[in-house]
């Protein structure tokens, strides 16, 4: 009965608005629970070479975890351990078993923490730590045997179980879940203590390859890395929403390792393609099975994979990523200690691959091209039958993905209403796209409002995307959304200065409406059902960033082109994005103190306000932000919000630091951000940055859950991406960064449309259907989207958002990124974009450090304007001008280079 409850209070909390306190409630009424885990009966302690660990008595789990080289933090939740000492609380050693006998149709559940009872403890000799017999705490007519062993192999920690059957009949086992307990749970902790003291982790479900990565959250060592010991599959990771355990923004909820899903995928998951084939495991009677998990630790994240290759586990890297667009030739470099046997892939023909050699011929290569549109599985089984699978998603070339999304968001989500009463029309309004509909209802007031990120977010995406390739159809439609809604609407001025940006335009106020206004299916008794004053207040900061990058991109379609903006000269909407940058800091002063969603565009906005001679603007929107930043400085971790733990403010928060040259804090924010940005061989985790609650405010399927390439992604991708041109030698932060900016394109279905996120519970594995917030997450691709070229001791040259070509001493990219505006060239740490026209292709010379770059344009970009930063170079017959910015006349669809040499 608790456990429904438990669910049922945080879901009426997170629309009451008064979530912590009601979580408050259940932690509470936690502690009044029978406690059965036996914690009052004490504890035994043991050592590993890297390890401390205490196991509870009565039930020989884990209490605590801790690494000797760092005796201060805790990997386990053992602060709760009181409160989480009753039934259904899952701790590290328990086992979850669905199994059936020979001729049953349906599969039994068996929980060890289901109903504990005290295990029987058994002498541990040799390299036995403890062990036990589980079988109390299984109910009596469960037909295995169970005897759990915490070892320490070669110094290593170890736990393993063996089942075995003691029926007269063959037992199916289905389901073999270990649940992963560790501390992700940030009740009541403030920014500082939760860095310091908690964790994020986050799985490669991956098979015999797999493993959980488990990140201090403040990003330094040492990482816990979980390991399949023995036959131990990871076909899935399976949410444990049975756990009391109140789930809420402070809290994901805990997940378990399974080993078998067959059951599941009957039981659960039906109509669901999960990501691994769903396997069991049949047992004769008296026969025997052993699963185990290995722990380990390594320096930081970066050194993950050589940890893995030092454990003589396969380990995968995938280039440029997993999100592969049907235009790129991927790289795919697999190392084992086996030979590989074969290469499978599912479903048949979505992949093609092409045996290559690798510079290090310890690695073997493959050239990967996707082939059909959607999810494929990479099923690599080497001769000692390990198995293997990586994860990818296939895309339509990075071009095409946005030209389908521009016409969606034009055609199917545009909404033109002259007799709107929210005054709403024109505009890019959300989307349903289960319903196939519009949203211009919702009982919150934001998503049917225009407003926040979760109503604002498919106007803002249709803005940002006109930056990356610009049509002038879609253009001419957000000229009167600019200049009709959001300009005297969403945005009004009143009296001198006195910009601000309303929370919402939609708002629930029946008594002053017209009868029939709202529906009667909606539930409006919410918080979030916004009345109009409340709408109509500018104090909400997280708005004026998508207002200031509308007129920024206007500004710059304005500026840079010929012939797409008519309403107003460019110098309008610079001005316009100027004041409503100052006007978040004099009307919402309470949340600007928090770094924004997308508030990098204050830094690109200032530095367009110095190089169109805005000395005096320029000036004062700088000594604003540095207040802010001054701010920053001053904490120790600087990512908060509204939200009792948040990280939406770290992108800007990162570039400011960077801008003002606070290392330190721009150190320790790249350091956060990566803590909980993984690069495993799966796209959907592959730099997806950690988020769970933002379904409940931006999308339908409304619940906690880790959302896969939700906003955060793409948004981190841009410092991660900036300290990469910092660092070019630093290939991790490439290949995260490159991963998360991708991660904006991988949910857009293949008729452009834009959800949320995708939902990573196996029961779903689909995108939201709401549009929710996407757009946040792809303006961070539109202002990031960009080519690297980089040369790798291991793998010889890669590419990342173009295709490379050897020729001789001279290596060529092709740029296939969508908006082909940007491209880095890492060993001599050339950085080239445009203003305006494409760049193609990007010609690099190894003997005399030359570099070619072709240019091409259109009708609306006779003219390329480039920007160059490359110390040490010049264009071919001259010296290049000081702010490194040059014009070259394209003469329509011709195709010109520009050679730089070096001085």
């Known amino acids: ?112 923490a289901a109903k504990r009872k005290p295990i029987e403890g058994l002498k541990g000799t040799g390299e036995v730590l403890a062990a036990a017999d589980m079988s109390a705490t299984f109910p009596e007519d469960m037909p295995l045997e169970v005897y759990r062993f915490w070892d320490s192999k070669d110094g290593a920690l170890v736990l393993r179980f063996t089942l075995t059957n003691t029926s007269p009949d063959e037992v199916e086992v289905g389901g073999l879940g270990i649940p992963m307990i560790f501390d992700n749970i940030l009740h009541h902790k403030s920014l500082e203590e939760a860095h310091h003291q908690k964790v994020f982790f986050d799985p490669y479900i991956g098979m015999d390859a797999g493993y959980l990565q488990v990140n201090r959250l403040d990003g330094n060592g040492p990482v816990l890395l979980v390991t399949p010991y023995g036959e131990t599959p990871f076909e899935a990771y399976n949410p444990l929403l049975d756990d009391p355990t109140p789930k809420s923004v402070t809290f994901e909820g805990f997940h378990e390792w399974q080993v078998y899903t067959k059951a599941l995928a009957e039981e659960d998951w039906q109509g669901v393609k999960p990501w691994n084939k769903a396997g069991s495991k049949i047992l004769k009677p008296g026969e025997s099975m052993d699963v185990g998990l290995k722990f380990v630790l390594t320096d930081e994240v ?34 084992y200690t086996k030979e590989i046997a074969s290469i499978d892939v599912f479903p048949e023909g979505a992949l093609s691959l092409e045996k290559h050699l690798a510079k290090d011929d310890s690695w073997d290569a493959f050239m990967v091209k996707g082939e059909k549109w959607g999810r494929a599985r990479l099923t690599v089984e080497y001769k000692d039958g390990t198995v293997q699978t990586v994860q990818y998603k296939v895309i339509k070339t990075e071009s095409d993905v946005l030209d389908d999304m521009g016409s969606f968001l034009t055609h199917q989500q545009w909404y033109d209403d002259e007799d709107d009463l929210f005054g709403r029309s024109p505009s890019v309004i959300s ?59 969403i945005q009004y001025a009143s009296g001198d200065r006195k910009y601000g940006v309303r929370k919402s335009l939609f708002y629930y106020e029946p ?43 206007m500004y710059r ?49 200032l530095k367009d306000l110095q190089v169109e001679g805005w000395t005096a603007k320029a000036a004062m929107l700088e000594q604003v932000m540095r207040k802010r930043a001054d701010i920053w400085e ?70 906690v859950e880790r959302q896969l390439h939700h906003y955060g992604s793409a948004l981190n991708a841009i410092p991660v991406l900036k300290a990469y041109r910092d660092n070019p030698e630093d290939l ?41 917030d996407y757009g946040s997450g792809f303006y961070g691709y539109a202002v990031n989207t960009s080519a690297y070229l980089y040369e790798d001791e291991r793998f010889g040259w890669l590419g990342f958002g173009g295709n490379v070509e050897e020729d001789g001493k001279v290596v060529t990219l092709n740029l296939t990124t969508g908006a082909r505006n940007a491209v880095f060239i890492a060993p001599v740490k050339a950085w080239i974009t445009t203003r305006a026209g494409e760049i193609t292709s990007v010609s690099y010379d190894q003997e005399t450090k030359a570099i070619t770059v072709g240019f091409t344009g259109n009708q609306f970009t006779p003219v390329a304007k480039i920007n160059v930063e490359a110390a040490g170079y010049q264009l071919e017959n001259e010296h290049l001008p000081a702010d490194g910015r040059i014009t070259l006349p394209l003469e329509g669809q011709s195709t010109r280079q520009l050679e730089l040499v070096v001085e």
């Open 557 to 605: 379609l304005a500026k840079e082109y010929e012939g797409l903006v008519d309403e107003e000269k460019w110098d309008w909407y610079l001005d316009q994005a100027y004041e409503t940058a100052l006007a978040m800091v004099e009307q919402a002063p309470h949340y600007a103190q928090f770094g924004q969603m997308e508030g990098s565009v204050f830094v690109y906005l």
């Open 732 to 772: 991790y932060l490439l290949r995260v960064g490159h991963a998360g900016m991708m991660g904006a394109l991988s949910n857009i279905t293949k008729d452009g449309f834009g959800p949320a996120a995708f939902h990573s519970f196996p029961n779903t594995l689909k995108i939201d259907p709401l549009s929710g």
């Open 431 to 489: 989307y349903d796209y289960e319903d196939k509909k519009k949203v211009l209802q919702d009982s919150r007031a934001w998503i049917a409002g225009l407003s926040d990120e979760g109503g604002a977010g498919s106007w803002l995406a249709a803005m940002m995307k006109q930056l990356v390739t610009p049509n002038p159809q879609e253009i001419a439609q957000l000229e009167e959304f600019v200049h009709q809604t959001l300009w005297g609407d």
């Open 1 to 112: 009965m608790f456990k429904n409850i438990s669910i049922l209070i945080i879901i009426i909390s997170t629309f009451s608005g008064s979530l912590s306190i009601n979580a408050q409630t259940i932690w509470d009424h936690m502690e009044k629970q029978p406690q059965t885990l036996g914690v009052e009966n004490g504890m035994e302690s043991y050592e590993t070479d890297e390890f401390k660990l205490r196991l509870i008595k009565d039930s020989q789990t884990l209490a605590s975890l801790i690494a000797k080289q760092d005796s201060t933090f805790d990997f386990t939740p053992f602060e709760h351990l009181e409160k989480r000492g009753g039934d259904n609380f899952y701790q590290l050693g328990d086992l979850n078993i669905r199994l059936r006998k020979s001729g049953q149709q349906d599969w039994r559940k068996y929980a060890s």
């Open 302 to 335: 970066r050194t993950i994979e050589e940890k893995l290759i030092e454990e003589q586990r396969p380990v995968a890297v995938g280039i440029p990523g997993y999100v592969l667009p049907m235009d790129v030739e991927g790289k795919l470099f697999l190392k």
């Open 634 to 703: 001053s904490l120790a971790y600087p990512f908060g919000s509204e939200m009792p733990w948040d990280s939406t403010g770290q992108e800007e928060v990162y570039m400011w630091s960077d801008y003002f040259g606070f290392d330190n804090k721009a150190k320790v924010t790249l350091n956060a951000i990566l803590a909980y940005m993984p690069t495993v061989p799966h796209w959907g985790y592959n730099g997806s940055a950690r988020r769970y609650w933002d379904f409940l405010y931006g999308g339908k399927i409304s619940r």
């Open 511 to 553: 008594d002053s409406m017209p009868a029939g206004t709202y529906r009667d299916d909606i539930n409006y008794d919410s918080w979030a059902a916004w009345s109009k004053k409340d709408a109509y207040t500018t104090g909400r900061s997280y708005n004026y960033p998508h207002v200031t990058a509308a007129y920024w991109v």
